[in-house]
C-alpha cells in the first residue's frame, strides 16, 4: 500500500508543475552486499565531491543493500560504506557524467573496528541501465581539443553525425539545451543561441533509444552542463587569435586559384570567475567572453576581381549563474545568458556583391531558474521555469531591389528586402523520480509534465524598382525578363505544447534491465488576432481575386496529439557487469515549430511571378500564390486531416567494458520516417488519387521530350496548362514521402584517466529516400516535389549530406614537463550531388513558364572526393604559484588538403563547366591563444 501511495502522490506532484529537464544530471546507485553476495541493508554510505555545493551527501542502503544518489553534478566522487562488524570501504574517482547511471558495486568483509579499505578507480565506463549511447565530452576534452569554438563542431565530431544530421534524421530534429533549458529555435527548430565553451563543464550528446523523457526529437539530444564554482575561488583569462598570415594557401592548381578562402582573422578573449558565496551553501559562476571574426567565401565579391571582402560575424556572450543548496534535500540554481551574432556581408557567395548581401543580428537572452526538492531517499522532484527572448534582423544594404541574372546565377541591386522577427519562449516544466524495490523486480518509476508557449512576430519591407511594383527581377543577358511581386507583410504565430510521460527503468532480475515509457504530447498551432481592421486584399494586377486576411480571435490551426512508446533493454550477457546486449524500439515526433502555422497564415506571403517588358511594365501574369483565409495554404484535404511527423527506431548493440576506463561498443540503427508534411498544388496534382493511393496524376502538365546533351538520352520535362497558374496549396502527409536510414557504428572510448583519453568511431551509414535531410527540404514552404513534376524527376535516392564511411578519432594527453596534445582526426566519404540540366540551355524553348531544371540523373549518384583532415594542438604550461599560464598553437588542415566542397551540377549551363569545383576546403590555418588560470 505505502509503494502505491508514493507512486500516486509522485504522478500527482509531477501534474502539479510542468515537464522534465533535459538530462543535465548523472547518478551513482551503490549496491553493498558483504563477503558471499549477501544485499546489506543499514549500510551508511557518504559521497563526497569537490563539484557538490554541500560537503557530503548520506544515504542508508535499503533491505536490498541499495543506496541511490540521482540528480549530481558531473566530476569525480568518493564514496565511503560504513556499518558496525565490517571494514569502512572508500571507492575514490568515481565518474559522474550527465544522463548515465554510474553502478557501484561494493564488498565489505568483516573486520576489526577502525580498519579501512580505499579502492582507487574501477568508476564504470558503460550504463548498465541506458539504452542510449551517450558522447560524453567534458571539460579536459573540450579545452583540449583542437577544434572550432562552437557547440555545432563539437556535435560533428561524435559518431553518427554530419553536418547537424544525427543518424539520418533532418539537421531540425535535434534537441539542443543549456543547463537544462530547451534553446532549439521554436521557429526553425535549429540551435537559437550561441554560447562561450568557457560555460561548458560537460557537453553529452545523446541519441537512439532515447527514455520516454526526451520529446519531440528524432535525432539527437545534445546537452550543455555548465560549470558552477565551488568552494574555492578559480579564474581564468584566455585568449584564441588566428589571422590572414596564420594559414596557407590551398587554391593552386585548382579553378579557385588566386582565390582566397579561409580568416582575414579570428579573435576570441574571455574571462571567467567562480566560487563560494557562503561555503557549501551557495556559489556562483560568471563568463565574459567576445567573439570576432572576418572570414573569406572564395569568389566574394564578383564585381571586384583581385579584391575579395570579408564576411564579419561579431558575437558577445556573457553569462551568469548561482547555485544555492542549504542542505543536501534543497537545491536551487537560476541562471542568465545573453548572445547576439552581428553579421556583416551575411548570405555572401560567389555569385553577391557587398551591396546584395544583408547586415543580420540574432539576440537572445536565456533566463531559467530550477528547484530540486528530496521528500525522501526514494522520492524526488525538480521543477524549472525557464523563457527566452530572441530575435532574428536583417536588413538589405540598400532600399532598392533584387536583381539575379539568368546566364550567370549573379545578384545585384540589393537583397531587396528587410525582415523583422522578434520570437518569445517561455516554458514551465517538472518531473519527479521515485525508487521501488522488491515489486516483481526494482523500478526506478519517473513521471514528468510540461507546457510551452512560443510566438513568433514577422514583418517584411520590399524594396522595389522605383515606379514599379517589383522587387525581385530576373535577367538574362543584362535584360530584364521576369519580376515577382511581394508586398509587405505583418504576421504573428503561435505554437503551445502540453505533455506527460512516464518512464520505468525495471529490474525484474539482477542480469536484466527494461526500460519501458510512454509519451503523451499534445503540439498546436494558432493564428492570434491580426489584421483585423482590414476588409479585403487585392494583388495589383488586373483579374486578381479578393481575399480576407482579417482575424479577429484566435484561430488553432492545428492540434496533433500523439502518443509515443518508447521499449528498450539492457541485458548482462556474463552476469559481471561488463558486456550488455542492448537494444531498443522507440516512436519520436518531430518538434513543433512555429513555420507550421506561419505556412498557412492568411498574412503570410501573397505574391506573383510575372514576364515583364524593358521597361519593367507588365507583360503577362505567370504564376499566382495567394494568401487569406480562403486561398492561403490549407491544413489537409477533404477528409485527409495533416498528421504530425513521426519516426520509427530500432536499435540493437553490445557494449562491452574491455578493462578500466576503457569500452567498445557495436550498434545497429535503423530509422523511418512517418507522416512527412509537404506541400501539394490540387491544380497541379490530383490529390484524391494521391492520398488514396499514391498515384501521382499530374492534371496541370503534360510532358515534353528532349535531348540531353551530355550523354544523347531522351530526357522528359512537364510544361504547365494554364490550370496551374494559380497555385492551390495543401499542406499534405503525401504517402509515398519517404526518408529511411540504416547504419552500423563501432566505437572504442577510452575514458579521461591517468592524463589521457580516446575516443573514437567508425559509422557505416545509409541515407535515402524522396525527402531529404537538409534545412531547405525540411521547409514548411515545401520541396516542390508535389507541386512540380519537374522537380520530382529522379528525386529519390541518396541524400546530399549522406557520408556513407565515418571514421573520427580524437585523442588528448599530458605529457610530462606540462605539455599537453590533442588531435581530431577524421575521413569522411564525400557528399552526394546530382547532375542537373535545364530545358532553355539544351534548346526546350516552348514551355510556357520560360525554364525548368530537373535533375538528370538519380539522386546522390555522384559524390564530392572524400575528406582526410588532422588537426593538431600543442600546449605548454607554466606553474607561477597558484597561477597556470598556458602558451598553444593549433594547426587546422595540417595536411593543407584541397578537395571540393562543392561543384557546378548544370551540365547544360555553358558559363560554368560541369563539375568543376565552386568551394573548397578550408587551408591549413594556424591559431594561437594563451590561458591563465587561478
Not at 43 to 50: A, E, G, K, L, Y
Not at 285 to 309: E, H, I, L
Not at 644 to 655: A, I, M, R
Not at 877 to 905: D, R, Y
Request: with cysteine; hydrophobic share 35%.
Amino acid at each position: 500500500m505505502k509503494k502505491c501511495f508514493a507512486v500516486l502522490a509522485l504522478a500527482f506532484l509531477a501534474v502539479s508543475f510542468g515537464f522534465g529537464q533535459i538530462g543535465q544530471t548523472g547518478q551513482i546507485t551503490v549496491t553493498v552486499v558483504d563477503k558471499d553476495g549477501v544485499p546489506l541493508g543499514g549500510v551508511t554510505v557518504t559521497i563526497t565531491s569537490p563539484d557538490m555545493v554541500v560537503a557530503r551527501m548520506d544515504r542508508v542502503t535499503n533491505p536490498s543493500g541499495v543506496a541511490r544518489f540521482p540528480s549530481l553534478n558531473p566530476g569525480t566522487y568518493e564514496i565511503k560504506c560504513e556499518i558496525t562488524g565490517f571494514n569502512t570501504t572508500v571507492r575514490k574517482d568515481i565518474i559522474v557524467n550527465a544522463g548515465i547511471t554510474s553502478a557501484i558495486d561494493v564488498d565489505m568483509a568483516e573486520a576489526a573496528i577502525g580498519e579501512e579499505v580505499v579502492v582507487v578507480g574501477l568508476s564504470p565506463t558503460v550504463d548498465r541501465q541506458s539504452t542510449t549511447k551517450t558522447s560524453t565530452l567534458d571539460t579536459n576534452f573540450v579545452a583540449n581539443i583542437p577544434a572550432s569554438r562552437d557547440l555545432d563542431t563539437l556535435f560533428n565530431m561524435t559518431p553518427g553525425v554530419t553536418a547537424g544530421t544525427a543518424h539520418g534524421s533532418t539537421v531540425r530534429d535535434n534537441a539542443y539545451s543549456v543547463d537544462g533549458v530547451n534553446v532549439t529555435d521554436s521557429t526553425i527548430g535549429m540551435l537559437a543561441n550561441d554560447f562561450s565553451l568557457n560555460i561548458a563543464e560537460e557537453v553529452s550528446i545523446q541519441s537512439g533509444g532515447l527514455s520516454a523523457e526526451y520529446g519531440q526529437v528524432r535525432g539527437a539530444v545534445v546537452n550543455v552542463v555548465s560549470k558552477s564554482g565551488g568552494n574555492e575561488f578559480h579564474g581564468k583569462v584566455d585568449l584564441f587569435y588566428r589571422g590572414k598570415n596564420f594559414q596557407s594557401n590551398n587554391t593552386n592548381g585548382t579553378p579557385l586559384e588566386g582565390q582566397i578562402s579561409g580568416f582575414d582573422y579570428e579573435i576570441e578573449p574571455g574571462l571567467s570567475l567562480g566560487g563560494p558565496i557562503i561555503r557549501d551553501k551557495l556559489w556562483f559562476f560568471a563568463n565574459v567572453s567576445f567573439f570576432q571574426s572576418r572570414s573569406y567565401v572564395a569568389g566574394f565579391p564578383y564585381d571586384t576581381p583581385g579584391k575579395q571582402v570579408p564576411v564579419g560575424d561579431t558575437r558577445p556572450y556573457p553569462y551568469l549563474k548561482l547555485t544555492f543548496q542549504p542542505n543536501q534535500d534543497n537545491k536551487f540554481v537560476i541562471s542568465y545568458g545573453y548572445s547576439d551574432s552581428l553579421n556583416k556581408n551575411g548570405y555572401a557567395s560567389m555569385y553577391d556583391t557587398e551591396a546584395t548581401t544583408m547586415d543580420i543580428s540574432t539576440h537572445t537572452h536565456i533566463i531559467n531558474a530550477l528547484y530540486t526538492h528530496f521528500f525522501s531517499s526514494n522520492v524526488f522532484l525538480n521543477v524549472r521555469a525557464s523563457a527566452w527572448i530572441s530575435g532574428l534582423f536583417r536588413f538589405a544594404k540598400t532600399q532598392t531591389p533584387a536583381f539575379w541574372e539568368y546566364a550567370t546565377y549573379r545578384n545585384s541591386g540589393s537583397a531587396g528586402w528587410d525582415d523583422d522577427n522578434p520570437r518569445r519562449h517561455v516554458s514551465v516544466e517538472a518531473n519527479g523520480t521515485t525508487f521501488l524495490e522488491d515489486f516483481a523486480g526494482s523500478h526506478e518509476l519517473k513521471f514528468g509534465v510540461s507546457f510551452r508557449r512560443a510566438i513568433e512576430i514577422r514583418e517584411c519591407t520590399m524594396h522595389e524598382v522605383p515606379g514599379t511594383m517589383w522587387s525581385f527581377i530576373s535577367t538574362n543577358n543584362g535584360d530584364p525578363y521576369y519580376a515577382y511581386f511581394y508586398d509587405d507583410i505583418r504576421w504573428v504565430n503561435v505554437l503551445r505544447d502540453y505533455g506527460f510521460y512516464v518512464n520505468d527503468t525495471w529490474n525484474p532480475i539482477k542480469n536484466l534491465t527494461v526500460n519501458l515509457g510512454l509519451r503523451f504530447d499534445i503540439n498546436q498551432g494558432l493564428w492570434p488576432p491580426q489584421n483585423e481592421d482590414e476588409d479585403y486584399y487585392q494583388l495589383p494586377f488586373e483579374g486578381a481575386l479578393k481575399v480576407d486576411r482579417s482575424i479577429k480571435e484566435t484561430m488553432t490551426v492545428y492540434n496533433w496529439v500523439n502518443l509515443s512508446p518508447r521499449i528498450g533493454f539492457s541485458y548482462d550477457i556474463f552476469g559481471d557487469g561488463k558486456t550488455f546486449l542492448k537494444g531498443s524500439f522507440a516512436k519520436y515526433t518531430r518538434g513543433n515549430i512555429n513555420t507550421w502555422a506561419g505556412r498557412g497564415n492568411p498574412n503570410a506571403w501573397t505574391y506573383f511571378g510575372a514576364y515583364i517588358n524593358p521597361d519593367y511594365s507588365l507583360y503577362a501574369v505567370d504564376w499566382v500564390q495567394y494568401a487569406g483565409k480562403e486561398l492561403a495554404p490549407q491544413y489537409g484535404y477533404k477528409d485527409y486531416d495533416l498528421k504530425s511527423p513521426y519516426t520509427n527506431e530500432f536499435t540493437l548493440g553490445v557494449e562491452r567494458e574491455l578493462f578500466p576506463d576503457w569500452s567498445v561498443g557495436v550498434r545497429y540503427i535503423a530509422k523511418k520516417e512517418k507522416n512527412i508534411i509537404d506541400d501539394a498544388d490540387s491544380n497541379a496534382l490530383d490529390l484524391d488519387k494521391l492520398l488514396a493511393n499514391g498515384e501521382m496524376d499530374w492534371i496541370g502538365y503534360e510532358p515534353v521530350t528532349a535531348v540531353d546533351p551530355y550523354n544523347g538520352a531522351s530526357v522528359t520535362f512537364y510544361n504547365r496548362l494554364p490550370q496551374a497558374d494559380v497555385s492551390r496549396i495543401y499542406l499534405i502527409n503525401p504517402p509515398n514521402a519517404k526518408t529511411n536510414y540504416s547504419g552500423v557504428e563501432v566505437t572504442l572510448d577510452k575514458r579521461y584517466s591517468n592524463n589521457w583519453q580516446v575516443h573514437a568511431s567508425y559509422t557505416y551509414a545509409k541515407s535515402s529516400g524522396l525527402v531529404a535531410t537538409d534545412f531547405s527540404a525540411t521547409s514548411a514552404w515545401g520541396t516542390g516535389l508535389y507541386q512540380n513534376p519537374n522537380a520530382h524527376t529522379n528525386a529519390e535516392g541518396r541524400f546530399p549530406y549522406e557520408r556513407r564511411h565515418q571514421l573520427k578519432v580524437s585523442a588528448t594527453v599530458k605529457i610530462p614537463f606540462g605539455i599537453n596534445l590533442g588531435t581530431y582526426t577524421r575521413f569522411l566519404s564525400g557528399q552526394r550531388y546530382t547532375r542537373t540540366i535545364s530545358a532553355r540551355r539544351i534548346g526546350l524553348l516552348t514551355l510556357r513558364q520560360w525554364d525548368e531544371t530537373i535533375y538528370a540523373e538519380t539522386l546522390g549518384s555522384r559524390g564530392l572526393p572524400a575528406l582526410f583532415i588532422c588537426d593538431l594542438r600543442a600546449e605548454k604550461e607554466f606553474k607561477l604559484g597558484k597561477i597556470t599560464i598556458g602558451l598553444f598553437g593549433e594547426v587546422f588542415n595540417l595536411f593543407n588538403v584541397n578537395k571540393a566542397t562543392a561543384v557546378f551540377t548544370d551540365s547544360s549551363n555553358p558559363y560554368y563547366p560541369f563539375e568543376q569545383m565552386s568551394a573548397i576546403q578550408d587551408p591549413r590555418i594556424f591559431r594561437i591563444g594563451a590561458r591563465f588560470e587561478l
